[in-house]
C-alpha cells in the first residue's frame, strides 16, 4: 500500500493552509504507517513553472513549504519527503508517457478549459501537459492510493487511463507494468474564513495581514489578531442555526472545532449565551496552545537552509531509488 500525493510550494503559509491541506497530510501518514503502508510526499515544483512564475521565489517556497510541512508533523523518517526536480524520473516517465497519452483525452481536462480560457494559444505547453506529468508522479512510484479533492478527480481517472492504455499496448498479457491507483477522498477539511469579513477564504493574497493567522505568528500576535477579528454584538446562539447568516461568527465558531476536535454542537453548548469578549480569548489561547510548539520548530526550520536542503536531499535519494525500477521497465517495454 502506497499514497502518493503533491503540494504546491507556496511562501506566506496560514491557519487555512494548515487546516485544510498539511493537517490532512500529517493525519494520513499516522495512519498509513500504523497500518504498514507507506506515504511518498513531494513538493510540486515542476507543476509550477506551468504558470508565469518567479525562479527565486520558487526556490525559496519550496523551503518554506518543507519546513511548515515538518513543523506540522511530516516526519522525514515516516514518509518520504521530496521535491519533484530532484527525482528526475517524473519528468522522463512524463515524455515516455506522452507516446500513449491522447490529446483528446487532455482537450477534456476541465481544468485546461478553466484555466486557458478563450486563449489557448498563449498558455504554456505545460499547462496543457500538466496532467500526464501528474500521471507520472503516481505510476511512477506504482501509487495504490491517491488522495484526491473533487477538483483533482477527472486527472486521476485520466492517470488510470493512461496507465490502462500502456498496460494493454506494451505489456504481456498478465503482466502489466503499471499499478492503477484507487482515489481516497480526504475528510472534508475546514475552509478558513478572513478573519476581517468572514465571507472571503482566508488567503496570503488578502493584502491585509489581520485577515489571516500566519505560520510565522508569535503568541501575542495570535491573541491580537483574533481579539481585533470582525464580530457581531450578539451573544453565541446555543444551536448551530443561529450562526446563520452571522458569517464571522460562524468563521470563528468554525475555527474552534476545527482546532479542538470538538462539534460546532458542543462549542455552543458551553459558549452560547455568552458574547465575543468570553470567547475570543478562549479561541485565542486554543490557538496559541497548538500553533506554538508548531511555530517555533517553523520559525527555527525555515531559517535553517542546510537543514532543509538535507531533508530534501534524503528524501530525493529514497524517491530515486524507489523510481528507478519503474523507469528501467518502462523504457524496456517501449523498446528504448
Ligand atoms: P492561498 O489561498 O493562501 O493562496 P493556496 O491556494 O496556495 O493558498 O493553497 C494551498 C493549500 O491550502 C490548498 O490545498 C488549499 O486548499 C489550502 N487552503 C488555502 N487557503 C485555505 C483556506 N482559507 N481554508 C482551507 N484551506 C485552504
Ligand atoms: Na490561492
Known amino acids: 500500500m502506497r ?69 506540522c508533523g511530516i516526519d522525514p523518517d515516516k514518509s518520504t519527503l521530496f521535491n519533484q526536480a530532484q527525482v528526475p524520473a517524473h519528468a522522463e516517465l512524463q515524455w515516455l508517457l506522452n507516446g500513449t497519452a491522447r490529446v483528446g483525452w487532455l482537450n477534456r481536462m476541465t481544468q ?16 496543457f501537459t500538466y496532467p500526464v506529468l501528474q500521471a507520472a508522479d503516481v505510476l511512477i512510484y506504482q501509487a495504490t492510493h491517491v488522495p484526491v479533492g473533487e477538483d483533482q478527480k477527472q486527472h486521476l481517472e485520466l492517470a488510470r ?8 499496448d506494451f505489456c504481456a498479457e498478465g503482466a502489466p507494468l503499471f499499478t492503477l491507483p484507487e482515489p481516497i477522498i480526504p475528510p472534508a477539511a475546514a475552509r478558513i474564513m478572513s478573519l476581517r469579513d468572514g465571507t472571503n477564504k482566508m488567503s496570503k493574497s488578502d493584502p491585509s495581514d489581520m485577515s489571516r493567522i ?15 477579528a470582525k464580530s457581531d454584538a450578539d451573544a453565541l446562539p446555543s444551536e448551530a442555526e443561529g450562526l446563520e447568516g ?13 482546532m479542538s476536535g470538538q462539534s460546532v454542537a458542543q462549542i455552543l453548548a458551553d459558549f452560547g449565551g455568552k458574547g465575543f469578549g468570553a470567547f475570543k ?27 532543509l536542503n538535507a531533508i530534501l536531499r534524503k528524501g530525493a535519494e529514497k524517491a530515486r531509488a524507489a523510481s528507478a525500477p ?7 517495454a517501449l523498446g528504448l
Open 246 to 258: 452571522r458569517p464571522e461568527a460562524r468563521n470563528l465558531v468554525g475555527i474552534y472545532a476545527a
Open 3 to 71: 499514497i502518493v500525493s503533491g503540494i504546491q510550494p507556496t511562501g506566506n503559509l496560514h491557519l487555512g493552509n494548515y487546516l485544510g491541506a498539511i493537517r490532512n497530510w500529517v493525519a494520513m501518514q499516522d495512519e498509513w504507517s500504523a497500518k504498514g503502508g507507506e506515504c511518498f510526499y513531494f513538493l510540486a515544483d515542476l507543476h509550477a513553472i506551468s504558470m508565469p512564475h518567479d525562479p527565486k521565489a520558487l526556490g525559496e517556497n519550496t523551503r518554506e513549504m518543507t519546513a511548515a510541512l515538518v513543523a
Open 161 to 168: 487511463d493512461i496507465a490502462q492504455k500502456f498496460n494493454n
Open 214 to 228: 500566519n505560520l510565522t505568528d508569535d503568541a501575542d500576535a495570535i491573541m491580537g489578531k483574533i481579539k481585533k
Open 326 to 332: 519503474t523507469l528501467a521497465a518502462t523504457y524496456d
Open 112 to 127: 485546461w478549459k478553466d484555466k486557458a480560457g478563450k486563449n489557448r494559444d498563449g498558455q504554456s505547453v505545460a499547462l
Open 281 to 307: 480569548p478562549a479561541l485565542g489561547e486554543l490557538l496559541v496552545e497548538q500553533l506554538a510548539p508548531i511555530n517555533a520548530r517553523f520559525n527555527e526550520l525555515r531559517q535553517d537552509r542546510e537543514a
